[in-house]
């Protein structure tokens, strides 16, 4: 099985910037589909974004289409998410997951279709 660790998160002021990564360990990346997802206190986890095994396609949430982008390199076996022109909604936990390919039954945007997750990193967005 594949071990997440996410870094790069921390406190910054509404507009600015930040570049999480998630380095994997134990298997290579590039056997998974990656996403990010969000979880602030007292609502459920949500889908950010989500990057194919080769990185030639994304899709993200609506709510941080233009302003987020999700990446990897596979030779480093990381994923990355840039994410510009935050705001106070973008605060919460930020975990990245991989998708296996095995439940496939359930749609690529829910946390139940992937297998592995990382700890979290914690995103403030100060107003």
């Known amino acids: 099985q594949v071990q997440l660790v996410e870094s790069g998160g921390g406190l910054v002021q509404a507009g600015g910037s930040l570049r999480l990564s998630c380095a994997a360990s134990?298997?290579?990346?590039?056997?998974?589909?990656m996403g990010w997802f969000r979880q602030a206190p007292g609502k459920a986890r949500e889908f950010v974004a989500r990057?194919?095994?080769?990185?030639?396609?994304?899709y993200y949430a609506d709510s941080v289409k233009g302003r987020f982008t999700i990446s990897r390199d596979n030779a480093k076996n990381t994923v990355y998410l840039q994410m510009n022109s935050l705001n106070p909604e973008d605060t919460a936990e930020y975990y990245c997951a991989a998708d296996a390919g095995v439940k496939v039954s359930k749609v690529s945007t829910t946390p139940d279709r992937y297998d592995y997750w990382g700890q979290g990193t914690q995103v403030t967005v100060s107003s």
């Open positions: 134990g298997r290579t990346l590039s056997l998974y589909t």
């Open positions: 990057i194919s095994r080769s990185g030639s396609s994304t």
